[in-house]
């Protein structure tokens, strides 16, 4: 393959947009790191991206990971792929950077302590939203009747944020 140019620098939109594709690549479905998939990932966004003039027979934009067999390779696209990646500056927005602060978004989301907070957060999600799916007129009045109207049901529907449809 021959590679005739790379634009590795984006506007900061591109940028923030690259930075959470690389992290949702080396994530799969269910939230478990998949790090070779990751760097398969990697690949893709940088031909895709900055590969922007080449004699190549895949089309940009491509999410076929077996298209990708002719890039890993070919050795030029390996040393682009390697220069971009390991080339950091400070200030820019390049596709180096994004990888490092990617980097450092994955290992935040592969701390245990961050698996934990997220399952509670979603438990507590699910269970307010089973109590939600249950707060209906019916039921509240049913526990109004049961609790021999102790039970102050328009503060329930407040907390719940249930309208009176």
Known sequence: MKI?????TF???DWCILVDALVDGHFDDNGEYV????????LRLFYNLCIKDCDCPVPHNTDDIEGLQEFVNDDEFLVAFQKSRYSLDDFSLSFGNACM?????IEHRRDPRYQVLKAVKDFAKKLGDG???????????????????KIDIDA??????VSEE
């Open 101 to 105: 602060y990617a980097s450092d978004i």
């Open 4 to 8: 005739n140019k790379v634009e590795d």
């Open 35 to 42: 790090p070779h998939i990751g760097y398969i990932n990697e």
């Open 156 to 161: 329930i529907k407040e907390s719940l944020n």
């Open 131 to 149: 109590i939600k799916e249950l707060a209906t007129d019916e039921n509240l009045d049913l526990l109004k009747e049961l609790s021999g109207g």
């Open 11 to 13: 506007n900061i939109v």
